[in-house]
T-cell receptor, first 117, second 115 residues
């Protein structure tokens, strides 16, 4: 069975600085997707970034980038130039590829990020 | 972008009553939708997979007679909490996958309080 582990319950960063959130996963599949979702106080889940396992290049979205290490089954999220609006709960997630729509997404326990002004 | 809506956003009901929560994909069709439950400061717990035109698939430990799911159309899934009790109070979230990259888009959630 696939699992997703986030070992940092909480993290704190100074505004304008960089922070890295850790995520590891376990799977026997070779093709899959990895995601980082943000859940602010409104509790609306927002997609931050997505990585396809078959792509070696790390995904980036503006200030957000990932360090995807497939062999190590590691998928960390780096937030650069942190802003107060980045304060939220961040969930790492895994999903098998294929069977469009049919495979469930597995979430980690989450990391709460605090941003200090 | 893709939008998933949920209604109601908040509901308070008396113990023993049933509550229906709707999840709609607003600008795309979804043959599959997912229902999650989230307790305070915890992760999302998948309850069931809603399948258009067939029965829902429930996760282990989730009572299918308690949490009725109906995927009435390609844009609508409903979750009915039957004979609600205070322990059913929680935050319920739905999601629907869209596109070949199968990204899940989430509804804004429904906060249920059973008195």
């Amino acid at each position: 069975a696939q699992t997703v582990t986030q070992s940092q319950p909480e993290m704190s960063v100074q505004e304008a600085e960089t922070v890295t959130l850790s995520c590891t996963y376990d799977t026997s599949e070779s093709d899959y997707y990895l995601f980082w979702y943000k859940q602010p106080p409104s509790r609306q889940m927002i997609l931050v970034i997505r990585q396809e396992a078959y792509k070696q290049q790390n995904a980036t979205e503006n200030r957000f980038s990932v360090n995807f290490q497939k062999a190590a089954k590691s998928f960390s999220l780096k937030i650069s130039d942190s802003q107060l609006g980045d304060a939220a709960m961040y969930f790492c997630a895994y999903r098998r590829h294929g069977n469009t729509g049919g495979f469930k997404t597995i979430f980690g326990a989450g990391t709460r990020l605090f941003v200090k002004a | 972008g893709a939008v998933v809506s949920q209604h109601p956003s908040r509901v308070i009901c008396k113990s023993g009553t049933s509550v229906k929560i709707e999840c709609r994909s607003l600008d795309f069709q979804a043959t599959t939708m997912f229902w999650y439950r989230q307790f305070p400061k915890q992760s999302l717990m998948l309850m069931a997979t809603s399948n258009e035109g067939s029965k829902a698939t429930y996760e282990q430990g989730v009572e299918k007679d308690k949490f009725l799911i109906n995927h009435a159309s390609l844009t609508l899934s409903t979750l009915t909490v039957t004979s609600a009790h205070p322990e059913d109070s929680s935050f319920y979230i739905c999601s629907a996958p869209m596109g070949q990259q199968e990204t899940q888009y989430f509804g804004p959630g429904t906060r249920l309080l059973v008195l």
